[in-house]
């Protein structure tokens, strides 16, 4: 097999500049649905609700609208609507911004029971609800992308054809919880992303919301598509003073060929959803992977000192599970925050200090809503613990107890506990592991609202944290790439993309996989290198904004001999140099130049376009 990287100096093909006409179309959608000249009855607004089995487009036109317009800054616009009823003091607000530097608009929806008594029923929230129309007959095309489900063929591209009377849905569902109902896993079956093109455009639009999640494309005629799409399973009342919020929205228009649609969206994520830890963009990250319960800690130090002995660049020592006292079990091990006596007797500090002496940075692996009876929180607050769960098709045996984001009281106990550790251990990157679980409902008429609750409490968690560390990455491992949705892209990494990757040897062509289906979406996140297998083609498969080295998954007595001595340090050496020469280029623009395989015998090839340094990069590989 062979890998060809080639790098270009000529003058770009393409370059990744929105079009007046895109702009056009944006601006058009954000005067119809926020704009000044509309009122209550005229607003296209884009999503939608039932409240007492009556629809919001018969609800909000006799409402009370006010609208409030700023702009924080020259790239935004922000709206805020407000539709009241005086007779309930029920209130609906739409927080939304119009982006002035990219095609793009993006919107929050809250509910507010503002009266004294219960509401009725609040059902069928779609976050989006919108009509696209063409001028003439013909069907829409929806281009998504898998989820992960630990398999080879993660994140895999497709497309569907909408007839102008057919229909077809989208959806999360992963594991159930204990309530029967999915978990909080967004991208399991598909990411929450799509792409509907039609003449030549097209509306790339993605939801942010880190549970279970719908979309659906219903056929209008000959030259019309519905939309909807929101957050799965909502059907309660709102007591008095209670607000929820929906999924958020984010919508880009694009016109002419589909790879420049997805390119604008690309550069729109990178600048106003990723992570700045520090303030600044994230640059890449090369990681050194390694388990906490292989090694001791002073093999754990011998590691570190290597890569500088042997003059190996290396940015990240990565410590993953394995680092706490195992003895209970796996569930009891995730569940605590204490570093094993036996493995490391005076704690982890002294494998970050020795990380950021040799100017790494220090990643732990963390489950922070596991619980366990006895041991970590729980033996300090058993009152927290939620009711067992267990799911043998996933995890044989093992049952599962989880604490509660939508508990204010918790979640603020949780903050403060973790930010604690993140100091004391001196953690750069925070990765997170781990399912979602939140309490059952309390009865028919409050079906989602712990899941609302859950999920507004989760972002909160992330952003105290990110708060008292603002040099703090997150990498969202979230059971190998299943949390991935808007919410979580602009607040963490995805340095792993997938857990069939867990063994540390596995065939390179999945990684070949995962990039072509992830980078049209998800600009940031990490290639993984078989160590076990290391060579320059599966090397240069990995290459991505970051890139994770994964070993052998087994246990080490000896470094030299069963680690070191079986690699070709000079060729490491020169991959790892040369990765660091091309990576910057895996941050423009991406153009597929085959089609999706992960046939054996099928060539696969992308190129990467910097307009703004007028230099690419080509991949090509043989299988």
């Not at 859950?454 to 979230?478: M, Q, R, V």
């Not at 290391?534 to 680690?563: H, K, Q």
Request: charged share 20%; hydrophobic share 40%.
């Amino acid at each position: 097999m062979l890998a060809l990287t080639l790098i270009s100096t000529l003058a770009p093909v393409y370059a990744v500049t929105p079009t007046t006409q895109e702009f056009v179309e944006s601006r058009r959608f954000a005067a119809a649905c926020f704009g000044e000249g509309t009122d209550a009855k005229t607003a296209e607004v884009p999503f939608s609700f039932i409240l007492g089995g009556k629809s919001s487009r018969e609800l909000l036109a006799g409402w009370t609208l006010t609208r409030d317009v700023s702009q924080p800054d020259q790239a935004r616009t922000k709206y805020t609507l407000t539709w009241t009823d005086a007779n309930s003091g029920f209130e609906v607000r739409c927080l939304a911004v119009q982006y002035h530097d990219f095609p793009a608009l993006e919107w929050t929806v809250y509910f507010k029971n503002g009266g004294r008594a219960d509401t009725p029923i609040l059902e069928d929230v779609h976050a989006l609800d919108t009509r696209l129309t063409r001028s003439e007959a013909g069907d829409f095309v929806v281009h998504h992308a898998k989820g992960s489900e630990a398999s080879h063929s993660d994140y895999a591209p497709a497309s569907d054809t909408v007839p102008s009377s057919g229909n077809f849905a989208l959806y999360s569902h992963g594991w159930p919880t204990s309530t029967g109902s999915p978990s909080g896993s967004p991208s399991v079956e598909a990411l929450p992303m799509f792409n509907v093109e039609w003449d030549q455009q097209g509306v790339i639009a993605a939801m942010g919301w880190t549970g279970p999640w719908t979309a659906s494309f219903q056929g209008e005629g000959t030259n019309g598509l519905t939309v909807r799409a929101g957050m799965d399973r909502a059907h309660l009342v709102l007591h008095p003073g209670e607000q929820i919020r929906s999924p958020r929205v984010l919508v880009l228009f694009w016109k002419g060929d589909r790879p420049h649609g997805h390119n604008v969206w690309r550069q729109l994520i990178l600048a106003h959803y990723s992570p700045r830890p520090g303030g600044k963009p994230f640059g890449g990250l090369i990681c050194d992977a390694n388990w906490g319960s292989w090694m001791t800690a002073d093999r754990h130090m011998a590691e570190i000192k290597w890569w500088g002995d042997h003059d190996l660049p290396m940015e990240c020592y990565w410590m993953d599970a394995g680092w706490t006292d195992m003895s209970k079990g796996w569930v009891a091990h995730q569940s605590q925050q204490v570093p094993s006596k036996a493995l490391f007797p005076h704690g982890v500090r002294p494998i970050s200090d020795a990380a950021h002496r040799r100017g790494m940075k220090f990643l732990l692996w963390f489950v922070p809503e596991s619980v366990h009876p006895g041991v970590g929180i729980a033996a300090e607050h058993p009152e927290w613990l939620l009711k067992p769960f267990s799911y043998p098709a996933a995890f044989g045996e093992m049952v599962f107890y989880g604490l509660d984001h939508g508990d204010p009281q918790v979640n603020r106990f949780m903050i403060d506990y973790f930010s604690k550790i993140i100091a004391d251990y001196g953690v750069d990157v925070f990765r997170q592991d781990g399912l979602s679980l939140w309490p059952e409902d309390t009865g028919p008429d409050r079906s989602g609202i712990n899941q609302i609750r859950y999920t507004e409490g989760f972002y909160a968690f992330w952003d105290g944290l990110l708060k008292s560390h603002p040099n703090l990455l997150i990498d969202n491992c979230g059971c190998g790439g299943r949390k991935l949705d808007l919410e979580t892209i602009r607040r963490s990494v995805v340095l792993w993309r997938s857990d069939s990757q867990a063994s540390g040897d596995f065939d390179p062509i999945s990684t070949q996989g995962f990039n072509q289906g992830l980078f049209p979406w998800i600009p940031l996140s990490g290639g993984a290198v078989p160590m076990a297998r290391l060579s320059p083609y599966s090397f240069r498969s990995a290459y991505c904004p970051a890139m994770v080295l994964c070993w052998p998954m087994t246990g080490i007595s000896d470094l030299e001999n069963e680690r070191w001595s079986q690699l070709d340090v000079d060729l490491l050496r020169r991959l790892l140099k040369e990765y660091l020469e091309v990576r910057p280029y895996v941050f423009g623009d991406y153009y597929a130049l085959t089609p999706y395989s992960l046939d054996q015998k099928a060539w696969i090839a992308w190129q990467f376009d910097r307009p703004d340094l007028g230099e690419g990069m080509v991949q090509a590989f043989r299988r």
